[in-house]
């Protein structure tokens, strides 16, 4: 699902965040939208996604905790 700009106008150099903005347009169709964000509320509800690897600080500190540590 790509996003459709159209350019108004080329931006200039050391341009703020929100006059870079108004250099161009969304021209993504509405249902292109819905469907983002239909994605992008399930990847949410989903939670993060942690397979093996280094526990993160907060799984250290309860390991640490169950073999009583301090």
Known sequence: LYTHISID?????????????ET???ITPDDIKRQREQINLAVRARGPRREGGRPTKKERRELDKLRKRR
């Open 24 to 26: 161009w347009t969304d």
């Open 9 to 21: 106008e080329l931006p200039g150099k050391n341009m703020s965040k929100a006059d870079a903005r």
